[in-house]
Structures are given as structure tokens and as C-alpha cells.
């Protein structure tokens, strides 16, 4: 079922595995090591043609001192953690109650019901894309955090929900067994039993629905059009001038943008691994 560690594999798997693993995470960054490259180029390098070469000089200071004297970048950046946050909050709030509630209890239709959470996530976003800009329009959203917020809740929730309800039928049955002999409330077995066992989980969670959501591009485009509420990772087009593309500031922009999901990737890193690996090994 699992893959065999390549500690047990053959010398030449070994050799192979050596040798492809440097070569694939080089493939792998070399988008972000070109993107950084002419985030520090200077854009006479651009005009000339000198876009994969060596840069001409070092132009960082210049480039990102711009995006934010020339650009709104930090008010773009206020508002993706204005929907970054919510949504997250939101979803692994709600996943946490929806997984309990079909990990825990057993009724008919538990099963159809689990199905319907799943479901939403293989819809492709292109056929939600006119109904929901429709449904917002008619609900005075459109154009707004809040309508962005309430998006993205409902629809990082389906995946969430799987996440913690497999995550939540894992631990222990016999706990909640025991605290309902001693007359605990469904409640209490919640937040005082479950909960806290669940604390992994929610941070692996919430690391991963803020990448999500604040490097989505397709839906803040779609639902916002004003600068008022557009979050970065749209706002980046305002880097461009009116006549010629100013990649120079746009990957800038993009770095900048960049920072926060990865900070948080770090701050959350141990909480991260434990909740995606508890209960992968028996110990």
C-alpha cells in the first residue's frame, strides 16, 4: 500500500533517487528563481530583450521601493487578509462542527449527506462562475469582501469537512463512549474531548485554506472589480503601465505578495506536519 523507503530500495534505485531529486526541485523552482531573477533586474534589461540572461545590474531596491510608491500593493495586501482570515476562521469553524456531526453520529443518509460536501469540489469553477456573480449581484455582494468572505466559506467548507471528519472517525471512539455513560452533553463531549484532539488537524487545516484562498485569482477577479475590495493577487495587474508590461514590478509584486502564506508556513510548520501525519503510522 505505501511506497518502499528508499533506504530499502536497490543501489541503483538509490543512485537514481540521488541524483532525479536535485534535478526535479530545480525544475520545481525555477519559475520562482526566474521570477525573483526579474524582480531585481532593471527594466532597461526588459526593453532590451534580456529576459533569461544575466541581469545588467541590481535593480531590487528601485523595483520594490516602486511597487509600493507607485502601486497600492499594501491596501491590496490589507485585503487579502481581510478575506484570508474570515474564510478561514469560517471554514475550519464550520468543517469542525459538519465533520464531528458525520464522523460521530450514524443516521440514515449520513453517507449521501457526506457525498453532497464532497461533491461541490469537483464542480469546475468555470460553470459556477456565471451563477455565482449572478447570485451576488441579486444579493447586493458583488464587489465586496463580504461577498468574496461568504464564497470562499462555502465552498473551502466541502473540502474541509472531509479533511476533519476522517481526521475526527481516526481518534478514539472509546472517549466519547465513555463521557456519554457518565451523562456528558454532545456539546461538552465536543468542545472539551474532541476539540483538543482536534488541534492539529485545525492548524494543518487553516494553513492550508489561507494558502488557498489568498492565492486565489479566478474568483477575485470575477466578484471584484473595484479597488476598494481587490485582494492582491489581482490588484498585481495595476503594476503593469498603460503601453508596455512592466514585469520587472509585477514580479516584485509577486514575491511581495508571496510573503505571507509562507510566513505562515513557517510559523504553523510543526503544527502543520502533525496534523497531516498523525495517524499515518501506528506507534
Request: glycine share 8%; charged share 10%; proline share 6%.
Given at each position: 500500500?505505501?511506497?518502499?523507503?528508499?533506504?530499502?530500495?536497490?543501489?541503483?534505485?538509490q543512485m537514481a533517487y540521488k541524483i532525479l531529486l536535485p534535478v526535479a526541485l530545480f525544475l520545481w523552482l525555477l519559475p520562482l528563481?526566474?521570477?525573483?531573477?526579474?524582480?531585481?533586474?532593471p527594466a532597461g534589461d526588459l526593453a532590451?530583450?534580456?529576459?533569461?540572461?544575466?541581469?545588467?545590474?541590481?535593480?531590487?531596491?528601485?523595483?520594490?521601493?516602486?511597487?509600493?510608491?507607485?502601486?497600492?500593493?499594501?491596501?491590496?495586501?490589507?485585503?487579502?487578509?481581510?478575506v484570508t482570515i474570515p474564510t478561514a476562521?469560517?471554514?475550519?469553524?464550520?468543517?469542525?462542527?459538519?465533520?464531528?456531526a458525520l464522523a460521530v453520529y450514524k443516521f440514515k443518509g449520513n453517507l449521501v449527506l457526506f457525498f453532497m460536501f464532497v461533491a461541490g469540489n469537483f464542480i469546475p469553477f468555470q460553470i459556477?462562475?456565471?451563477?455565482?456573480?449572478?447570485?451576488?449581484?441579486?444579493?447586493?455582494l458583488?464587489?465586496?469582501?463580504?461577498?468574496?468572505?461568504?464564497f470562499h466559506v462555502a465552498f473551502q467548507t466541502g473540502f474541509c469537512t472531509l479533511f476533519m471528519r476522517n481526521f475526527i472517525k481516526g481518534l478514539p471512539f472509546a472517549l466519547i463512549e465513555s463521557a456519554r455513560v457518565e451523562g456528558v452533553s454532545e456539546w461538552r463531549i465536543f468542545r472539551y474531548i474532541?476539540?483538543?484532539?482536534?488541534?492539529?488537524?485545525?492548524?494543518?487545516l487553516s494553513v492550508l485554506i489561507f494558502t488557498f484562498v489568498w492565492n486565489d485569482y479566478f474568483w477575485a477577479t470575477v466578484l471584484v472589480q473595484g479597488q476598494h475590495a481587490m485582494p492582491v493577487t489581482a490588484g498585481l495587474y495595476s503594476l503593469n503601465g498603460q503601453?508596455?508590461?512592466?514585469?520587472?514590478?509585477?514580479?516584485?509584486?509577486?514575491?511581495?505578495?508571496?510573503?505571507?502564506?509562507?510566513a505562515m508556513f513557517f510559523l504553523m510548520q510543526r503544527h502543520f506536519i502533525a496534523g497531516l501525519t498523525l495517524g499515518a503510522t501506528k506507534g
Amino acid at each position: 500500500m505505501f511506497p518502499t523507503p528508499i533506504q530499502k530500495a536497490s543501489p541503483l534505485a538509490q543512485m537514481a533517487y540521488k541524483i532525479l531529486l536535485p534535478v526535479a526541485l530545480f525544475l520545481w523552482l525555477l519559475p520562482l528563481i526566474g521570477v525573483a531573477i526579474t524582480s531585481v533586474r532593471p527594466a532597461g534589461d526588459l526593453a532590451a530583450g534580456n529576459y533569461f540572461g544575466i541581469p545588467s545590474g541590481f535593480a531590487g531596491f528601485e523595483n520594490y521601493s516602486a511597487v509600493f510608491n507607485n502601486s497600492p500593493i499594501g491596501y491590496y495586501i490589507l485585503n487579502s487578509f481581510k478575506v484570508t482570515i474570515p474564510t478561514a476562521i469560517g471554514a475550519v469553524a464550520l468543517s469542525c462542527l459538519t465533520g464531528f456531526a458525520l464522523a460521530v453520529y450514524k443516521f440514515k443518509g449520513n453517507l449521501v449527506l457526506f457525498f453532497m460536501f464532497v461533491a461541490g469540489n469537483f464542480i469546475p469553477f468555470q460553470i459556477l462562475m456565471v451563477p455565482v456573480r449572478d447570485m451576488t449581484l441579486r444579493a447586493g455582494l458583488y464587489d465586496t469582501t463580504m461577498g468574496l468572505v461568504l464564497f470562499h466559506v462555502a465552498f473551502q467548507t466541502g473540502f474541509c469537512t472531509l479533511f476533519m471528519r476522517n481526521f475526527i472517525k481516526g481518534l478514539p471512539f472509546a472517549l466519547i463512549e465513555s463521557a456519554r455513560v457518565e451523562g456528558v452533553s454532545e456539546w461538552r463531549i465536543f468542545r472539551y474531548i474532541v476539540l483538543p484532539l482536534m488541534r492539529p488537524a485545525i492548524a494543518a487545516l487553516s494553513v492550508l485554506i489561507f494558502t488557498f484562498v489568498w492565492n486565489d485569482y479566478f474568483w477575485a477577479t470575477v466578484l471584484v472589480q473595484g479597488q476598494h475590495a481587490m485582494p492582491v493577487t489581482a490588484g498585481l495587474y495595476s503594476l503593469n503601465g498603460q503601453w508596455v508590461a512592466a514585469w520587472h514590478l509585477v514580479s516584485a509584486g509577486s514575491i511581495v505578495a508571496a510573503l505571507p502564506p509562507v510566513a505562515m508556513f513557517f510559523l504553523m510548520q510543526r503544527h502543520f506536519i502533525a496534523g497531516l501525519t498523525l495517524g499515518a503510522t501506528k506507534g
